[in-house]
């Protein structure tokens, strides 16, 4: 019997049709349909889904095994499945625990233990093609600080080539958005590279680069960033400072009561500088909080904005 098999058996045992399953797994029918014809092998956020979601023994649903049908009770647990590195069932597996909090409890936790897990969790919800481009990206962005410190980077000939042929996929996982969002870039840089070399340099020659105004008017010069985008970018260049402000974010925010007054009135898809201001001030002072109470500097507006990533709704 395969994979696919198992999943029909499964799916028919619990009475459920095709349109019924892929509402449940919050994934298209299409997708179920490949994957019962054993067309598609999925991803592993699908096994941590149909887990989660039905308890199922994911052993027998992946190998057909029957040998040892206890059910998933430990990260260690993770170990059997045969379709992806140890090391990413690990990631994953910890996501079990953030996905039960939500957004307002954990903002108003003081428990380490539930901030680390949703943290830990992240990359459970990056896509598979996104995920090593993002750990390219926050392993050399961190020694970049100043404006010839591109070659350490590895990543292109200039800012242009790396914004386009690595930020912008990291950024933008929808197509319809990666696609504007590229096509303006290229038509206002593509005969032009300097340009780009010229804001990025004055982005990392700014002196109080805390200055969130002034930070983020200048990368949101960059034609087809956005406030959004451009955040993005500042996370990255500076971790320790800025988190990325976008819709997501402010979504999540907005359903926490103690700050509904501050950030009620931001529209999520139309973000402007000042709100940006004002939703660094939040993370940043999250971020102090956090470090205060859990004694430590661990803590950074971007992992906080890692996490509210992990849990948006």
Known sequence: MTFGNRLKEFRNLKNLDISQFALELNIPESDINLYEASEKEPDLKFFVNIYEKFNVDLEWLITGSRETMNKLKSLEDFKFIPIKTHTELIKIAKSNNANLISITSLWNSCDEEKWTNALSSYYSRVKDENYNIEIELEEKLCVVRKPNDLDK??????????????????????????????????????NDNA???????????????????????????????????????????????????????????????????????????????????????????????????????????????????????
């Open 195 to 313: 340009k780009i070399d010229e804001i990025i340099s004055r982005i990392l020659f700014v002196s109080d680069k805390e200055e969130s105004f002034t930070m983020i008017k200048l990368a949101s010069e960059i034609k087809g960033l956005g406030v959004a985008g451009a955040s993005g970018l500042l996370s990255l260049l500076f971790p320790e400072i800025y988190g990325t402000v976008d819709q997501f974010l402010v979504i999540n925010l907005q359903n926490i009561s103690s700050l509904n007054k501050i950030v009620q009135d931001i529209n999520p898809i139309a973000i402007k500088n000042r709100d940006f201001v004002e939703l660094t001030a939040i993370l940043r002072e999250k971020t102090i909080e956090l470090n205060n109470a859990f004694k430590t500097d661990f803590w950074t507006p971007r992992k906080i904005d890692k996490v509210l990533w992990t849990i948006r709704s």
């Open 153 to 190: 980077l590895e990543l292109g000939n200039s800012w242009y080539d790396f914004l386009l042929n690595k930020y912008f996929k990291w950024k933008y996982t929808a197509p319809n958005r990666y696609a504007t969002t590229t096509a303006a870039f290229k038509k206002a840089y593509q």
